[in-house]
Protein backbone atom coordinates (compact mmCIF):
# COMPACT_ATOMS: atom_id res chain seq x y z
CA UNK A 1 0.00 0.00 0.00
CA UNK A 2 1.63 3.41 -0.97
CA UNK A 3 2.33 5.92 2.25
CA UNK A 4 -0.56 8.09 2.77
CA UNK A 5 -0.34 11.61 2.91
CA UNK A 6 -1.29 14.23 4.89
CA UNK A 7 -3.19 17.88 2.80
CA UNK A 8 -2.82 19.40 6.62
CA UNK A 9 -0.03 21.68 7.31
CA UNK A 10 2.46 20.74 10.47
CA UNK A 11 5.20 22.03 12.45
CA UNK A 12 8.09 22.03 10.70
CA UNK A 13 9.86 19.27 13.10
CA UNK A 14 6.82 17.04 11.58
CA UNK A 15 7.30 18.05 7.88
CA UNK A 16 10.09 15.27 7.46
CA UNK A 17 8.19 12.94 9.67
CA UNK A 18 7.30 9.92 7.75
CA UNK A 19 6.50 7.77 10.56
CA UNK A 20 3.11 6.50 9.81
CA UNK A 21 1.10 3.42 11.03
CA UNK A 22 -1.07 0.89 8.70
CA UNK A 23 -4.39 0.87 8.59
CA UNK A 24 -6.20 -2.51 9.22
CA UNK A 25 -5.27 -4.87 5.96
CA UNK A 26 -8.31 -4.53 3.32
CA UNK A 27 -9.38 -1.41 4.64
CA UNK A 28 -10.63 0.61 1.91
CA UNK A 29 -8.50 3.41 0.40
CA UNK A 30 -12.27 4.28 -1.34
CA UNK A 31 -12.94 5.27 2.23
CA UNK A 32 -9.62 6.73 3.44
CA UNK A 33 -8.24 8.90 0.65
CA UNK A 34 -4.64 9.74 0.53
CA UNK A 35 -5.14 13.53 1.00
CA UNK A 36 -6.55 12.83 4.31
CA UNK A 37 -9.47 15.52 5.05
CA UNK A 38 -11.35 15.74 1.42
CA UNK A 39 -15.42 15.21 1.99
CA UNK A 40 -17.20 17.17 4.40
CA UNK A 41 -16.08 17.88 7.71
CA UNK A 42 -18.60 17.22 10.60
CA UNK A 43 -18.59 20.38 12.06
CA UNK A 44 -20.01 21.73 8.26
CA UNK A 45 -23.89 22.73 8.81
CA UNK A 46 -23.98 22.19 12.66
CA UNK A 47 -24.57 26.35 13.40
CA UNK A 48 -27.40 26.26 10.09
CA UNK A 49 -28.83 23.89 12.04
CA UNK A 50 -29.14 24.75 15.58
CA UNK A 51 -30.17 28.42 13.86
CA UNK A 52 -33.39 26.23 12.21
CA UNK A 53 -34.33 24.89 15.40
CA UNK A 54 -34.12 28.34 17.04
CA UNK A 55 -30.83 28.93 18.64
CA UNK A 56 -28.81 31.93 17.22
CA UNK A 57 -25.24 32.63 16.89
CA UNK A 58 -25.25 34.82 19.72
CA UNK A 59 -26.61 32.31 21.85
CA UNK A 60 -24.02 29.72 20.83
CA UNK A 61 -21.68 32.20 21.61
CA UNK A 62 -22.70 32.66 25.05
CA UNK A 63 -22.13 29.31 25.96
CA UNK A 64 -19.45 28.52 28.10
CA UNK A 65 -17.96 25.50 27.28
CA UNK A 66 -14.69 23.60 28.67
CA UNK A 67 -13.56 21.42 25.61
CA UNK A 68 -11.90 18.28 25.49
CA UNK A 69 -9.92 16.18 22.48
CA UNK A 70 -7.64 13.43 22.54
CA UNK A 71 -6.32 9.99 21.87
CA UNK A 72 -7.14 8.75 25.07
CA UNK A 73 -8.42 9.62 28.56
CA UNK A 74 -10.66 12.08 27.19
CA UNK A 75 -14.03 10.56 28.84
CA UNK A 76 -12.15 10.50 32.16
CA UNK A 77 -10.73 13.71 32.33
CA UNK A 78 -15.02 15.07 31.19
CA UNK A 79 -15.64 12.82 34.10
CA UNK A 80 -13.42 14.05 36.99
CA UNK A 81 -14.12 17.89 35.60
CA UNK A 82 -17.96 16.73 36.14
CA UNK A 83 -16.86 15.67 39.61
CA UNK A 84 -14.71 18.79 40.08
CA UNK A 85 -17.55 21.33 39.35
CA UNK A 86 -20.74 19.29 41.36
CA UNK A 87 -18.34 19.28 44.31
CA UNK A 88 -17.73 23.37 43.70
CA UNK A 89 -21.56 23.67 43.13
CA UNK A 90 -22.38 21.48 46.58
CA UNK A 91 -20.23 23.90 48.46
CA UNK A 92 -20.70 27.30 46.86
CA UNK A 93 -23.45 27.04 44.77
CA UNK A 94 -21.71 27.73 41.75
CA UNK A 95 -22.16 27.09 39.04
CA UNK A 96 -25.73 27.04 39.18
CA UNK A 97 -26.62 24.28 36.16
CA UNK A 98 -23.25 22.13 34.22
CA UNK A 99 -23.76 19.70 31.78
CA UNK A 100 -21.36 17.17 30.23
CA UNK A 101 -21.71 16.16 26.33
CA UNK A 102 -19.46 12.79 26.48
CA UNK A 103 -19.27 9.57 24.01
CA UNK A 104 -19.68 6.93 23.63
CA UNK A 105 -22.50 5.58 25.89
CA UNK A 106 -22.27 2.11 27.38
CA UNK A 107 -25.78 1.10 27.65
CA UNK A 108 -28.33 3.84 26.18
CA UNK A 109 -27.95 7.31 24.62
CA UNK A 110 -29.04 9.61 27.20
CA UNK A 111 -25.61 8.38 29.03
CA UNK A 112 -24.35 10.71 26.92
CA UNK A 113 -25.91 14.11 28.44
CA UNK A 114 -25.91 14.89 31.83
CA UNK A 115 -27.05 17.95 33.99
CA UNK A 116 -25.58 18.42 37.37
CA UNK A 117 -24.49 14.81 37.39
CA UNK A 118 -27.58 13.66 36.22
CA UNK A 119 -27.89 11.82 32.81
CA UNK A 120 -31.03 13.23 31.29
CA UNK A 121 -34.34 11.07 31.58
CA UNK A 122 -35.51 9.11 28.78
CA UNK A 123 -38.53 11.48 28.31
CA UNK A 124 -36.24 14.56 28.15
CA UNK A 125 -34.38 12.76 25.56
CA UNK A 126 -37.50 11.58 23.73
CA UNK A 127 -39.02 15.18 23.41
CA UNK A 128 -35.51 17.15 23.04
CA UNK A 129 -35.45 14.78 19.90
CA UNK A 130 -38.22 15.23 18.48
CA UNK A 131 -38.32 19.69 18.65
CA UNK A 132 -34.73 19.51 16.89
CA UNK A 133 -35.82 16.86 14.18
CA UNK A 134 -39.03 18.68 13.72
CA UNK A 135 -37.54 21.77 12.80
CA UNK A 136 -34.81 20.55 10.60
CA UNK A 137 -37.07 20.35 7.28
CA UNK A 138 -39.74 18.20 6.00
CA UNK A 139 -39.39 14.72 5.68
CA UNK A 140 -38.85 14.31 2.00
CA UNK A 141 -35.27 16.53 2.17
CA UNK A 142 -32.33 15.01 1.03
CA UNK A 143 -30.55 12.80 3.42
CA UNK A 144 -27.03 15.38 2.41
CA UNK A 145 -28.30 18.39 4.19
CA UNK A 146 -29.27 16.81 7.11
CA UNK A 147 -27.45 15.43 10.35
CA UNK A 148 -26.03 12.42 10.75
CA UNK A 149 -26.17 10.34 14.02
CA UNK A 150 -23.44 11.96 16.21
CA UNK A 151 -24.46 15.28 14.71
CA UNK A 152 -27.74 15.18 15.58
CA UNK A 153 -26.85 13.72 19.29
CA UNK A 154 -24.72 16.58 19.48
CA UNK A 155 -27.57 19.11 18.25
CA UNK A 156 -30.08 17.35 21.01
CA UNK A 157 -27.12 17.92 23.59
CA UNK A 158 -26.91 21.80 23.02
CA UNK A 159 -30.90 21.93 22.32
CA UNK A 160 -30.89 20.22 25.94
CA UNK A 161 -28.42 22.44 27.81
CA UNK A 162 -29.83 25.91 26.46
CA UNK A 163 -33.58 25.13 27.76
CA UNK A 164 -32.19 23.81 30.74
CA UNK A 165 -30.42 26.60 31.71
CA UNK A 166 -26.76 25.31 31.97
CA UNK A 167 -24.12 27.97 32.64
CA UNK A 168 -21.11 25.71 31.35
CA UNK A 169 -20.81 22.47 29.82
CA UNK A 170 -18.27 19.80 29.26
CA UNK A 171 -18.08 18.98 25.89
CA UNK A 172 -15.93 15.77 24.52
CA UNK A 173 -14.61 15.70 21.00
CA UNK A 174 -16.40 12.44 18.93
CA UNK A 175 -12.56 11.63 16.80
CA UNK A 176 -10.68 14.57 15.71
CA UNK A 177 -10.45 18.45 16.93
CA UNK A 178 -10.28 20.98 13.90
CA UNK A 179 -13.44 19.59 11.37
CA UNK A 180 -15.03 17.53 14.77
CA UNK A 181 -18.67 18.59 14.62
CA UNK A 182 -18.33 19.79 18.33
CA UNK A 183 -15.98 22.66 16.88
CA UNK A 184 -18.57 24.81 17.12
CA UNK A 185 -17.52 27.11 19.82
CA UNK A 186 -15.70 30.37 18.99
CA UNK A 187 -15.22 31.47 22.87
CA UNK A 188 -15.07 28.69 24.76
CA UNK A 189 -14.15 28.69 28.68
CA UNK A 190 -11.19 26.52 28.36
CA UNK A 191 -9.77 23.92 26.33
CA UNK A 192 -7.79 20.81 27.12
CA UNK A 193 -5.72 18.13 25.05
CA UNK A 194 -5.33 14.60 26.78
CA UNK A 195 -2.65 11.82 25.77
CA UNK A 196 -2.27 11.81 22.18
CA UNK A 197 -1.29 8.42 19.87
CA UNK A 198 -2.01 6.52 16.86
CA UNK A 199 -5.78 6.43 16.71
CA UNK A 200 -8.53 7.05 14.45
CA UNK A 201 -5.90 7.00 11.59
CA UNK A 202 -7.92 6.92 8.41
CA UNK A 203 -9.97 10.60 9.49
CA UNK A 204 -7.04 11.91 10.92
CA UNK A 205 -3.59 10.74 9.29
CA UNK A 206 -0.81 8.52 9.52
CA UNK A 207 1.71 10.93 11.52
CA UNK A 208 1.34 11.99 15.10
CA UNK A 209 1.77 15.24 13.96
CA UNK A 210 -1.04 14.78 11.57
CA UNK A 211 -3.23 13.93 15.03
CA UNK A 212 -2.12 16.61 17.10
CA UNK A 213 -2.83 19.12 14.12
CA UNK A 214 -6.47 17.81 14.18
CA UNK A 215 -6.51 17.56 18.16
CA UNK A 216 -5.57 21.40 18.66
CA UNK A 217 -7.87 22.40 16.32
CA UNK A 218 -9.94 23.06 19.58
CA UNK A 219 -7.90 26.01 20.56
CA UNK A 220 -8.69 29.48 20.07
CA UNK A 221 -7.50 32.86 20.68
CA UNK A 222 -7.84 34.18 24.05
CA UNK A 223 -8.92 31.02 25.82
CA UNK A 224 -7.07 29.39 28.20
CA UNK A 225 -5.16 26.44 26.41
CA UNK A 226 -4.41 23.16 28.30
CA UNK A 227 -2.26 19.83 27.63
CA UNK A 228 -0.93 16.86 29.53
CA UNK A 229 2.82 17.51 29.66
CA UNK A 230 3.37 13.89 28.66
CA UNK A 231 3.14 13.66 25.14
CA UNK A 232 5.80 12.40 21.84
CA UNK A 233 7.58 15.10 21.06
CA UNK A 234 6.29 15.73 17.72
CA UNK A 235 3.23 16.32 19.06
CA UNK A 236 4.26 18.43 21.30
CA UNK A 237 6.03 20.70 18.96
CA UNK A 238 2.25 20.69 16.82
CA UNK A 239 0.58 21.74 19.97
CA UNK A 240 3.16 24.48 20.58
CA UNK A 241 2.65 25.79 16.81
CA UNK A 242 -0.75 25.44 16.83
CA UNK A 243 -1.60 27.34 19.88
CA UNK A 244 1.00 30.19 18.77
CA UNK A 245 -1.36 30.24 15.44
CA UNK A 246 -4.14 31.21 17.27
CA UNK A 247 -2.57 33.47 19.97
CA UNK A 248 -3.17 32.01 23.13
CA UNK A 249 -1.04 30.26 25.47
CA UNK A 250 -0.53 26.84 26.14
CA UNK A 251 0.11 25.27 29.53
CA UNK A 252 1.17 21.74 30.06
CA UNK A 253 -0.48 19.78 32.96
CA UNK A 254 2.17 17.16 35.12
CA UNK A 255 0.77 14.91 38.60
CA UNK A 256 -0.81 17.96 40.47
CA UNK A 257 0.52 17.58 44.21
CA UNK A 258 -2.95 19.18 45.47
CA UNK A 259 -4.55 15.98 44.24
CA UNK A 260 -4.66 13.38 47.62
CA UNK A 261 -1.95 10.55 47.18
CA UNK A 262 -4.49 7.61 48.51
CA UNK A 263 -7.60 7.80 46.77
CA UNK A 264 -8.64 4.91 44.95
CA UNK A 265 -9.98 6.46 41.91
CA UNK A 266 -6.61 8.10 41.11
CA UNK A 267 -4.47 4.98 41.76
CA UNK A 268 -3.40 4.37 38.63
CA UNK A 269 -0.77 7.09 36.85
CA UNK A 270 -2.51 8.00 34.16
CA UNK A 271 -6.15 8.65 36.03
CA UNK A 272 -3.93 11.15 38.36
CA UNK A 273 -2.97 13.05 35.03
CA UNK A 274 -6.39 12.64 33.82
CA UNK A 275 -7.90 14.40 37.24
CA UNK A 276 -4.95 16.64 36.68
CA UNK A 277 -5.83 18.24 33.82
CA UNK A 278 -9.73 18.31 34.54
CA UNK A 279 -8.45 20.12 37.84
CA UNK A 280 -6.55 22.30 35.52
CA UNK A 281 -9.35 23.22 33.44
CA UNK A 282 -12.20 23.74 36.38
CA UNK A 283 -9.89 25.80 37.96
CA UNK A 284 -9.49 27.76 34.60
CA UNK A 285 -13.20 28.33 34.28
CA UNK A 286 -13.25 28.76 37.70
CA UNK A 287 -10.73 32.16 37.73
CA UNK A 288 -12.30 33.68 34.91
CA UNK A 289 -16.58 32.61 35.56
CA UNK A 290 -17.04 32.77 39.56
CA UNK A 291 -17.54 35.06 41.61
CA UNK A 292 -14.29 36.25 43.58
CA UNK A 293 -14.95 34.67 47.11
CA UNK A 294 -15.83 31.06 44.76
CA UNK A 295 -12.99 30.96 42.57
CA UNK A 296 -10.95 28.35 44.70
CA UNK A 297 -11.00 24.61 44.16
CA UNK A 298 -10.34 23.37 47.73
CA UNK A 299 -8.90 20.28 49.11
CA UNK A 300 -12.63 18.84 50.54
CA UNK A 301 -14.04 19.87 47.20
CA UNK A 302 -11.41 17.33 45.35
CA UNK A 303 -11.69 14.46 47.67
CA UNK A 304 -16.07 15.08 47.41
CA UNK A 305 -15.18 14.89 43.53
CA UNK A 306 -13.15 11.46 44.11
CA UNK A 307 -15.61 10.12 45.89
CA UNK A 308 -18.86 10.80 43.56
CA UNK A 309 -16.97 10.87 39.91
CA UNK A 310 -18.77 8.77 37.78
CA UNK A 311 -16.75 6.28 35.42
CA UNK A 312 -18.28 3.27 34.64
CA UNK A 313 -16.22 0.83 32.76
CA UNK A 314 -13.07 2.11 33.43
CA UNK A 315 -10.99 0.59 36.23
CA UNK A 316 -14.58 -0.98 37.57
CA UNK A 317 -15.14 -4.20 39.61
CA UNK A 318 -18.13 -6.12 39.22
CA UNK A 319 -18.85 -9.30 41.77
CA UNK A 320 -21.24 -11.77 40.62
CA UNK A 321 -20.90 -14.20 42.87
CA UNK A 322 -18.02 -16.67 42.28
CA UNK A 323 -16.94 -14.19 39.43
CA UNK A 324 -14.99 -10.86 40.00
CA UNK A 325 -14.89 -9.03 36.91
CA UNK A 326 -12.15 -6.55 36.36
CA UNK A 327 -13.56 -4.04 33.57
CA UNK A 328 -11.82 -1.50 31.55
CA UNK A 329 -12.83 0.10 28.16
CA UNK A 330 -9.51 0.21 26.72
CA UNK A 331 -9.37 -0.29 23.18
CA UNK A 332 -6.24 1.19 21.56
CA UNK A 333 -2.27 0.11 21.82
CA UNK A 334 -1.67 3.32 24.25
CA UNK A 335 -3.77 2.21 26.86
CA UNK A 336 -4.31 -1.26 26.34
CA UNK A 337 -1.74 -2.25 29.11
CA UNK A 338 -3.05 -0.15 32.00
CA UNK A 339 -5.92 -2.66 32.94
CA UNK A 340 -3.83 -5.42 32.86
CA UNK A 341 -1.45 -3.83 34.92
CA UNK A 342 -4.10 -3.10 37.45
CA UNK A 343 -5.36 -6.05 37.05
CA UNK A 344 -1.93 -7.52 38.73
CA UNK A 345 -1.94 -4.66 41.33
CA UNK A 346 -5.15 -6.19 42.35
CA UNK A 347 -4.48 -9.68 42.15
CA UNK A 348 -1.26 -9.29 44.34
CA UNK A 349 -1.91 -6.39 46.78
CA UNK A 350 1.65 -4.99 45.65
CA UNK A 351 3.07 -2.20 43.23
CA UNK A 352 3.78 -3.16 39.67
CA UNK A 353 7.66 -1.73 40.70
CA UNK A 354 7.67 -3.97 43.81
CA UNK A 355 5.95 -7.30 41.98
CA UNK A 356 8.82 -7.10 39.12
CA UNK A 357 11.65 -6.67 41.41
CA UNK A 358 10.17 -9.49 43.53
CA UNK A 359 10.75 -11.84 40.42
CA UNK A 360 7.77 -13.54 41.17
CA UNK A 361 5.10 -14.85 39.16
CA UNK A 362 1.03 -13.57 39.50
CA UNK A 363 0.21 -16.88 38.81
CA UNK A 364 1.40 -18.64 42.45
CA UNK A 365 -1.04 -16.17 44.44
CA UNK A 366 -4.29 -16.12 43.01
CA UNK A 367 -7.57 -18.13 41.74
CA UNK A 368 -8.61 -19.20 38.26
CA UNK A 369 -7.51 -16.27 35.59
CA UNK A 370 -10.03 -15.63 32.74
CA UNK A 371 -8.88 -13.12 29.75
CA UNK A 372 -11.47 -11.68 27.56
CA UNK A 373 -10.93 -9.81 24.84
CA UNK A 374 -12.66 -8.26 22.32
CA UNK A 375 -12.12 -5.82 19.40
CA UNK A 376 -14.02 -5.69 15.66
CA UNK A 377 -13.25 -2.58 14.32
CA UNK A 378 -12.81 -1.53 10.81
CA UNK A 379 -11.20 1.65 12.45
CA UNK A 380 -8.13 0.48 14.20
CA UNK A 381 -6.26 -2.66 13.54
CA UNK A 382 -7.29 -5.24 16.45
CA UNK A 383 -4.30 -7.04 15.92
CA UNK A 384 -1.86 -4.72 17.22
CA UNK A 385 -3.93 -3.85 20.74
CA UNK A 386 -3.84 -7.62 21.19
CA UNK A 387 -0.40 -7.87 20.69
CA UNK A 388 0.39 -4.92 22.49
CA UNK A 389 -1.86 -6.19 25.78
CA UNK A 390 0.08 -9.54 25.47
CA UNK A 391 3.87 -7.40 25.91
CA UNK A 392 1.91 -5.99 28.85
CA UNK A 393 0.22 -9.70 29.91
CA UNK A 394 3.91 -10.78 29.61
CA UNK A 395 5.38 -7.44 31.22
CA UNK A 396 3.28 -8.15 34.48
CA UNK A 397 4.37 -11.68 34.43
CA UNK A 398 0.28 -12.79 34.64
CA UNK A 399 -0.90 -16.24 33.59
CA UNK A 400 -4.57 -16.68 32.57
CA UNK A 401 -6.07 -19.97 32.62
CA UNK A 402 -8.52 -19.16 29.99
CA UNK A 403 -8.60 -16.23 27.29
CA UNK A 404 -11.73 -15.64 25.64
CA UNK A 405 -11.86 -14.00 22.50
CA UNK A 406 -15.37 -12.60 22.11
CA UNK A 407 -17.24 -11.00 19.13
CA UNK A 408 -19.27 -8.54 20.11
CA UNK A 409 -20.47 -7.67 16.89
CA UNK A 410 -23.28 -10.41 16.82
CA UNK A 411 -26.87 -10.65 17.93
CA UNK A 412 -28.17 -13.64 20.24
CA UNK A 413 -30.69 -14.74 17.03
CA UNK A 414 -27.14 -14.99 15.36
CA UNK A 415 -27.55 -11.98 13.25
CA UNK A 416 -25.00 -9.30 12.86
CA UNK A 417 -25.40 -5.77 14.35
CA UNK A 418 -26.21 -2.88 11.40
CA UNK A 419 -22.78 -0.96 13.01
CA UNK A 420 -20.43 -0.53 9.77
CA UNK A 421 -17.45 -0.24 12.42
CA UNK A 422 -18.40 -4.11 13.33
CA UNK A 423 -15.97 -6.57 11.30
CA UNK A 424 -16.84 -10.21 10.86
CA UNK A 425 -16.35 -13.36 13.17
CA UNK A 426 -13.38 -13.88 11.41
CA UNK A 427 -11.22 -12.18 13.41
CA UNK A 428 -10.98 -14.31 15.99
CA UNK A 429 -9.35 -16.99 13.71
CA UNK A 430 -6.21 -14.13 13.67
CA UNK A 431 -6.38 -13.18 17.49
CA UNK A 432 -5.89 -16.97 18.30
CA UNK A 433 -3.36 -17.28 15.94
CA UNK A 434 -1.39 -14.37 17.57
CA UNK A 435 -2.05 -15.59 21.00
CA UNK A 436 -0.64 -19.16 20.08
CA UNK A 437 2.40 -17.70 18.48
CA UNK A 438 3.37 -15.59 22.06
CA UNK A 439 4.99 -17.10 24.67
CA UNK A 440 1.95 -17.10 26.86
CA UNK A 441 -0.42 -20.11 27.22
CA UNK A 442 -4.05 -20.83 28.25
CA UNK A 443 -6.87 -21.95 26.76
CA UNK A 444 -8.70 -20.55 23.99
CA UNK A 445 -12.48 -20.03 23.53
CA UNK A 446 -14.18 -18.19 21.00
CA UNK A 447 -17.24 -16.91 21.56
CA UNK A 448 -20.03 -14.85 18.90
CA UNK A 449 -21.96 -12.88 21.21
CA UNK A 450 -21.46 -11.28 24.90
CA UNK A 451 -24.42 -13.02 26.80
CA UNK A 452 -22.31 -16.62 25.37
CA UNK A 453 -19.11 -15.25 27.01
CA UNK A 454 -20.91 -14.27 30.33
CA UNK A 455 -22.60 -17.79 30.05
CA UNK A 456 -18.91 -19.70 29.78
CA UNK A 457 -17.18 -17.85 32.30
CA UNK A 458 -20.05 -18.33 34.94
CA UNK A 459 -19.73 -22.10 33.61
CA UNK A 460 -16.01 -21.95 34.41
CA UNK A 461 -16.69 -20.80 37.95
CA UNK A 462 -18.95 -23.66 38.37
CA UNK A 463 -16.05 -25.86 37.14
CA UNK A 464 -13.05 -24.36 39.14
CA UNK A 465 -14.86 -21.94 41.87
CA UNK A 466 -13.46 -18.45 42.20
CA UNK A 467 -12.93 -16.97 39.09
CA UNK A 468 -10.92 -13.67 38.66
CA UNK A 469 -12.02 -12.14 34.56
CA UNK A 470 -10.14 -8.94 32.93
CA UNK A 471 -12.42 -7.89 30.57
CA UNK A 472 -11.11 -5.03 28.24
CA UNK A 473 -10.63 -4.24 24.78
CA UNK A 474 -14.06 -2.67 23.75
CA UNK A 475 -16.77 -0.72 25.01
CA UNK A 476 -19.21 -2.55 24.05
CA UNK A 477 -18.32 -5.88 25.74
CA UNK A 478 -17.63 -4.02 29.11
CA UNK A 479 -20.89 -2.41 28.38
CA UNK A 480 -22.43 -6.00 27.74
CA UNK A 481 -20.98 -6.92 30.88
CA UNK A 482 -22.25 -4.20 32.98
CA UNK A 483 -25.56 -4.75 31.53
CA UNK A 484 -25.95 -7.87 32.67
CA UNK A 485 -24.38 -7.36 36.65
CA UNK A 486 -26.45 -4.13 36.66
CA UNK A 487 -28.76 -5.53 39.07
CA UNK A 488 -25.51 -7.11 41.61
CA UNK A 489 -23.29 -5.77 43.54
CA UNK A 490 -20.86 -3.14 42.54
CA UNK A 491 -16.79 -3.07 44.56
CA UNK A 492 -15.20 -0.03 44.12
CA UNK A 493 -11.79 -0.15 42.35
Given at each position: ??????????????????????????????????????????????????????????????MRVIHVA???????????????????????????????????????????????????????????????????????????SLPKFLQ??????????????????????????????????????????????????????????????????????????????????????????????????????????????????????????????????????????????????????????????????????????????????????????????????????????????????????????????????????????????????????????????????????????????????????????????????????????????????????????????????????????????????????
Amino acid sequence: MPELTSSYPASPTEANDKSHRPLWPGFSTDRCPSDFGKGRPSCDGMRAWLNQIGHSDAIIDEMRVIHVAGSKGKGSTCAFAEALLGAHRGRTGFPYKYGLYTSPSLHEETERIRVNSTQISEQQFAENIFEVWGKLGPSDREAESLPKFLQLLLLVCIHTFIKEGVRVAIVETHHGGQYDSTNIFNRPAATGITSLGFDHVAQLGPTIGDIAWHKAGIFKQGTPAFALGEQPEAARSVLISRADDVKTKLRFVGNDPQLPADHHMIRQKVQRLNCSLAKALVCSYLEEDAPADMRDLTDLDIRMALDHVYLPGRFQQLNTGQVQWFLDSAHNEMSIGEPVAWFAQEMTGLSVTRFEADKSTVAHKRSHFILVFSHISSERDGREVLKALIESVSRNKLKFDHVVFCYDGMREDGSLKLDQNFGTPSVQTHYEEIWQTSPLRGQIINTSTIHETISMVENLSSRYGRVNALATGSLHLVGGILAHGRSEALCGT
